[in-house]
């Protein structure tokens, strides 16, 4: 891989591991001379900039930063921090603002739908079985005491104090 195309790919990875590579930063900073590009309000320049101007502001920083820290002016710094850990590149925002807003509504109206099938669904189901009913459950109860079903430990042993075949509590 040439030189040029490392300098780019390390560009479009967010440029911070460039300083690890010293090799891909001083073949691209020997192949032409370039003007500096100004560090000051970098936040706003750096979408409109090409990957080559990328690569330059990042070697300028580089160079910048091998200087004594206090001597560095605040937008120089910024630009570093910027350059390093700015929300571009693979720290870009994985969704645009309102997002959120939308997902919330898509949630509440899916559930509003949802809701609206069951009542609907309610409304329109027959109605219960008769053996549902708690009047045919007790006579179910009274019927296997009658005919001694499971008298070891279900509803006809002594001392059973189980519901049986009662579901409902109504």
């Known amino acids: ?89 693979p720290r870009a925002p994985i969704n645009p603002p309102g997002t959120t807003l939308k997902v919330v509504l898509g949630v509440t109206g899916l559930l509003a739908a949802t809701g609206a099938i069951w009542v609907t669904t309610r409304s329109l189901a027959p109605p219960p079985p008769k053996t549902l ?10 019927r296997a005491k009658e005919m001694r079903i499971n008298p070891i430990h279900g509803i006809s042993s002594e001392g059973y104090k189980g519901k049986g075949f009662v579901t409902e509590d109504k």
């Open 1 to 89: 891989m040439s030189a040029a195309r490392y300098a780019v790919r390390v560009a479009r990875r967010g440029l911070a591991t460039a300083a690890a590579h010293p090799t891909a930063t001083s073949a691209a900073a020997s192949s032409a001379p370039r003007a500096a590009i100004p560090l000051a309000n970098i936040e706003a320049q750096w979408e409109r900039l090409n990957s080559e101007e990328q690569v330059a502001v990042h070697e300028q920083l580089e160079e910048l930063q091998k200087k004594n820290w206090k001597e560095l002016s605040l937008a120089e710094k910024k630009a570093a921090y910027y350059v390093s850990f700015g929300p571009h590149g």
């Open 133 to 142: 009913s708690k009047e045919w459950q007790e006579a179910s109860n009274e």
